[in-house]
């Protein structure tokens, strides 16, 4: 049994009391189980940020071959593919909470009022808010980052950082302070449960080297990327999302070229997030939209995960009459920064019947 110890640069992260504080990112195991060439990554990581990175320019990369140039419809029928050394099934189920780069919709103009404490943003346009359609509701939300593909540490040195930084954030949310994720609380399911938030919800995550990523991965690929990862994970049902990243340079489901920054679907057994390299997309994806290079991936994953939670199997759960979920409402729609922990990452609001808008906070 073969052992690998993940180096991490020495980076300065953001406390919430405005102060930066030195740390060394690497608060892993300093071993790591290698099986089947998959990096297991401990759960209890703390933040790298990303005000120490640089933004890079996206590798060249092959263009699509005219057999490969189709988005794959998103129909609900079932394909196998072949990953991780063995056949995946999954559903290509629909794509959920697309988030359009910025510029392609602006924030309507009419000013934010108060609701008690919170500060109410108008939503991205009219809306009659979200609407239970008796589907599935994560009330005990789990994340699970899956970093995919031999191509990791290879094309971009902020690979590290970002790695880092996702598991900080979703150490953070969930955490006692979090008060962005319990905006989601007001959505049960048909029960009456709620989601509820009683401490980190990374619940793992593991750097898969077994195979390099296809430049252009269709969804079919994503899907079963995502369950090998829950396989491996031994996790299924609504409350899990598995989080796809996918290493710089590649594009996933056509991205950037379709326009969209993440998204995420249901592959017949857990939910799953497309999770671009974002900044290959620079502004466009919420680079220094904030406060550093970093803030899309926070903005971006964070909209996603809100999503599997009051949505977790598109369109079933809790959605407005067009089918717009709590993200897309209020998107790239007064980004803040908010406290998950003790650090401060960049947010979108999210949106909340309750305050009949779009809110950073459920208090």
């Known amino acids: 049994m073969s052992h690998v110890q993940l180096q991490f640069p020495m980076v300065r992260i953001p406390h919430s009391n405005g102060e930066e504080l030195p740390v060394n990112p690497m608060l892993r195991s300093s071993r790591r189980q290698m099986r089947r060439s998959v990096r297991t990554v401990a759960v209890t990581v703390l933040a ?70 919170a500060t109410v943003f108008p939503p991205d346009w009219p809306t009659a808010g979200l609407q239970y359609r008796s589907g599935p509701v994560a009330t005990a939300p789990k994340v699970y980052l899956d970093f995919w593909g031999s191509q990791w540490y290879a094309n971009n040195p902020n690979e590290n950082a970002v790695e880092g930084y996702l598991q900080a954030l979703f150490t953070g949310l969930g955490s006692q302070n979090d008060t962005w994720s319990t905006v989601t609380s007001q959505y049960t399911d048909g029960h009456g449960n709620a989601p509820s938030f009683n401490g980190q919800v990374l ?107 009051t949505d977790p199997q598109p369109t079933s759960g809790w959605v407005d009459p067009s089918r717009e979920e709590i993200g897309d409402l209020c998107a790239w729609n007064h980004d803040s920064l908010v406290t998950l922990g003790p650090w401060n990452f960049a947010m979108q609001p999210l949106y909340s019947n309750r305050a009949g808008g779009c809110v950073l906070s459920s208090k």
């Open 48 to 117: 790298v940020l990303a005000a120490s990175a640089t933004t890079l320019p996206a590798q060249a990369a092959p263009q699509p071959t005219s057999a490969s140039a189709a988005v794959q419809p998103s129909d609900g029928r079932s394909v196998t593919v072949h990953v991780g050394g063995k056949d995946v099934q999954v559903q290509l189920n629909p794509r959920a909470g697309i988030i359009p780069m910025r510029g392609q919709h602006t924030a309507p103009p009419a000013a934010p009022h108060q609701a008690g404490a």
């Open 203 to 309: 619940a793992g995550a593991m750097v898969d080297t077994s195979n390099p990523v296809p430049v252009w991965a269709q969804q079919a690929d994503i899907a079963a990327e995502a369950q090998n990862a829950a396989q491996r994970f031994g996790v299924s049902g609504p409350n899990v999302n598995i989080i796809v990243v996918s290493p710089s340079g590649t594009h996933p489901d056509f991205f950037p070229k379709h326009g969209f920054c993440a998204w995420h679907s249901w592959t017949g057994q857990v939910g799953y997030t497309n999770l671009p390299f974002v900044q290959d997309a620079g502004s466009m994806c919420g680079a220094n939209s904030v406060q550093s290079p970093m803030d899309g991936f926070s903005i971006v994953a964070g909209h996603e995960y809100a999503e599997t939670i």
